[in-house]
């Protein structure tokens, strides 16, 4: 089968490997559409991120979506032909975090596309049945590649306990922010405020439905918040850029009583951020890593019409041209770009 193989920072190779045979358990699924996240991007230009170094040719792509081609011994539930989705970590299930039910923090999980674990810009991948998600046939696979990023948004939105009629305010208009615009108006959020620095997304964020936007590069993310709240602050602020100033401006602008999840991940060591605010105001200062039991309610918000993925895809390209579609994913307004696979 064609892989394609990351083997210095930006150099993609085409190879050709064995078509895996499924293991007991698993699925061998033909992969048809790869979103291509941040993370992957990172990995093309950097080689690494923090201690995971890309060391061996390394297979990227976590966003993934294909057609069951056979079914290994003992799984049920599946046949070929079927469409999914797959969940890109499988957990140990064996750990204390696994016991207590938040798989998305063993430490031993087997991720996609981080090193040494392959991902999907491959032929067909053979993966765990049990985080493998049927597409009901109103989902495509290229919606349902999308239920990865969804996941992340929607995990972040139960840590935020987001209640019915709730302000937040959503830092970063990429592919996270984006969707977790969605996921909080799905949760009932009754008015959504977008921050970044380039008009395009922000354009493209009213365009998807927040009630308001912001662009901090040239006005003061305090007032927008004061104008959009009365003054009082927001009850949630869901940090999706990671830039250092949106995470320190964070404990500023949420209300009194209020609740603070990051998901943004900075390039910076150290951020400062005002502790005696998170003491005084009483907020619930969280992180939100991956997700844990999001693609069955990911898949579902998609068949309900409830959340619509597609409209951050700015464009799609093939594998063969991975490269270029690497490229283009860097151009500072382009939010996601899809892979084909195969024909
Ligand atoms: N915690 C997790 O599990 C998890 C999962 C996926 C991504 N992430 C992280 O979440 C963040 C968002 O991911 P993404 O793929 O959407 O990234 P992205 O880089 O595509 O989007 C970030 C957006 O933030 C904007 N931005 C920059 N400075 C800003 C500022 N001061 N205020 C507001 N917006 C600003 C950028 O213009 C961009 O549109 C990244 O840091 C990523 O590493 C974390
Ligand atoms: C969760 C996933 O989208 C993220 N890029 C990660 O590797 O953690």
Redesign the pocket.
């Known amino acids: 089968m064609q892989t394609v193989e990351l083997t210095e920072p930006g150099v993609f190779e085409h190879r050709e490997r064995d078509r895996p045979d499924p293991e007991p358990g698993e699925l061998l699924v033909r992969t048809t559409h790869v979103g291509i ?3 992957d991007v990172h990995y093309y230009e950097h080689g690494r991120i923090g201690d995971y170094v890309v060391e061996d040719p390394l297979i990227l792509g976590h966003e993934s979506a294909g057609e069951v081609a056979a079914v290994g011994e003992g799984v049920t539930g599946f046949e070929p032909g079927d469409e999914v989705t797959l969940e890109p970590g499988v957990p140990c299930g064996e750990c204390a975090r696994c016991r207590a039910g938040e798989y998305n923090l063993c430490p031993d999980v087997e991720f996609m596309a981080t090193p040494p674990d392959h991902g999907a810009f491959a032929e067909y991948v053979a993966w765990d049945a049990d985080f493998a998600y049927r597409l009901p046939e109103n989902v495509s696979t290229r919606a349902g590649a999308l239920c990865e ?1 969804l996941s ?1 948004a929607i995990h972040a939105t139960r840590r935020a306990d987001v209640e019915l009629g709730d302000s937040v305010l959503v ?7 984006m969707l977790v615009g969605e996921a909080v108006r799905a949760a009932g959020a009754g008015s959504v405020l977008v ?4 008009g395009t ?1 922000l354009e493209r964020a009213e365009a998807y439905g927040a009630t308001a936007t912001v662009n ?1 590069a040239d006005e003061s993310l305090a007032e927008a918040v004061d104008d959009f709240t009365d003054g009082e602050g927001v009850d949630v602020v869901i940090e ?4 250092a ?2 995470i320190e401006s964070t404990v500023d602008v949420v209300r009194r009583g209020g609740t603070v999840v990051c ?4 390039a910076e060591d150290e951020i400062p951020v005002e502790t005696n605010e998170i003491v005084d105001k009483e907020l619930d200062f969280k992180g ?3 997700f844990r039991n999001t693609y069955d309610d990911a898949v579902s918000l998609l068949e309900r019409g409830a959340v619509d993925v597609e409209r951050i895809i700015d464009f799609e390209m093939p594998m063969s041209d991975l490269t270029a579609a690497f490229e283009r994913a860097t151009e500072p307004d382009v ?1 996601k770009g899809m892979v084909t696979v195969g024909e």
Do not use: N, Q
């Open positions: 996240c941040g993370s990023p992340v830092s970063g208009a990429g592919p996270i922010g921050s970044d620095v380039v997304k901090v999706a850029s990671g830039a100033a949106s998901i943004g991940l900075s939100s890593f991956r939010v």
